[in-house]
Every structure is written in C-alpha cells, then in structure tokens.
T-cell receptor, first 112, second 113 residues
C-alpha cells in the first residue's frame, strides 16, 4: 500500500514569500502531524490534525498554519518566510490511535 | 527542555559487530518509546517500539531495552551491515504531552567495511 506522500520534494523561496506544502497520508489514516527538522534544533513538532480539526500544536509562531481536508490530506502554510525557516518539513500519518506514526520523505525548503 | 536525549552524537562500528545506541529520558510518565532510523534524503523510518510496562522487545536483528529505574533506553543491532548506516533517533510519547512525538537529537551510525 502507498506510503505517506509529500509534495513538492524540494522548494526554493525568497524571504518574505509564503509557501504551501502538501501531505497525502496512508489510506485509512486519519491523523496527520507535521514536523520541522533542522541541524540545530532537530525534529520539532509543528501541529497535528485529526478529522479536519487541529488536535495539537507545537511552539511555533502564527506564521505556521495548517489544515486538513475531508479525505485526510493535509497542507501546511508558512507565511512571510524567514531564512531560519529553511528546513526539512516532515509529515507523519497514523490511524485514529495516537501511535503508529509513518513518516513521508519530507519537503526540503530553502529560503534565500 | 528536551525530554529524550542521546548519549553519543556519532558511533562508528565495524561491519559484522553488534552495536548499541543509548538514549536517556527524563520523564517517568512516558508511555511509549520508539526508535527511528533516518537515511539521507528520507524521512524517519520505524524500527521498533516498546511500551513503558515492558523491559525488552525483540525484532529482526534489533532489540530494545528499557530500564525505568535509570530512565534509559537502548537499541541493540546485531551483526551490523552497511545498510545500517544512518541517523538513529529515540522518541517518546506521553499522554500528559498530548501524545506528541518528542525526539532526541539523533546518533549518526557509520558502519565500516
């Protein structure tokens, strides 16, 4: 069965722009979580969506937002990009339970 | 602060040897621990997990040990292969932390031929 699909794989944006990243979870998985991975901070939790509702949120500024659609696909948006937003953004999906996360390969965002 | 942390940032191991990757955690309320492997250009891949009411769990070539007394978690890989070269993360889930996955910093394992 297909894994977690993230698009695009790579993205280069200019400071001040906004960006939207997409995540398609494993079929039947209703929870989608997003993580930011940087060399300095490691893997940090952004937010989690379940049944189109944000169930959990990490400690990121309001420039980071997300949403989930009725088919469980999720998008995250970062507005007013800063150089420090350059990172690998990872999406993970899980069944209705809070365990069993499967990660996608991520979107590598570079802000110049 | 970080609730899980790894002891060594890097580990070099000879092919065929057994390797041990260590992780310490600070919160005794942790419910569940997971080891992930991340290869270059990929997302973290599940290796093995263990619930807090267990001491040991075995998989194919991997064993996870949990010592709740000293809040220590380890991943043992038997007969290390070149394909085991990757960054390894321990992660924990706690109900008191809304079941968020909290990751440690990662250990880079390099397998020498």
């Amino acid at each position: 069965k297909a894994g977690v699909t993230q698009t695009p794989r790579y993205l280069i944006k200019t400071r001040g722009q906004q960006v939207t990243l997409s995540c398609s979870p494993i079929s039947g998985h209703r929870s989608v979580s997003w993580y930011q991975q940087t060399p300095g901070q490691g893997l940090q939790f952004l937010f989690e969506y379940f049944s189109e509702t944000q169930r959990n949120k990490g400690n990121f500024p309001g420039r980071f937002s997300g949403r989930q659609f009725s088919n469980s696909r999720s998008e995250m948006n970062v507005s007013t990009l800063e150089l420090g937003d350059s990172a690998l953004y990872l999406c993970a999906s899980s069944p209705a339970s809070r365990y069993g996360y499967t990660f996608g390969s991520g979107t590598r965002l570079t802000v110049v | 602060g970080e609730s899980v942390g790894l002891h060594l940032p890097t580990l070099s191991i000879q092919e065929g040897d057994n390797s041990i990757i260590n992780c310490a955690y600070s919160n005794s309320a942790s419910d569940y621990f997971i080891w992930y492997k991340q290869e270059s250009g990929k997302g973290p891949q599940f290796i093995i997990d263990i619930r807090s009411n267990m001491d040991k769990r075995q998989g194919q070539r991997v064993t996870v040990l949990l010592n709740k007394t000293v809040k220590h978690l380890s991943l043992q890989i038997a007969a290390t292969q070149p394909g085991d070269s990757a960054v390894y993360f321990c992660a924990e889930i706690r109900r008191s932390n809304d079941y968020k996955l909290s990751f440690g910093a990662g250990t880079t394992v390099t397998v020498r031929a």
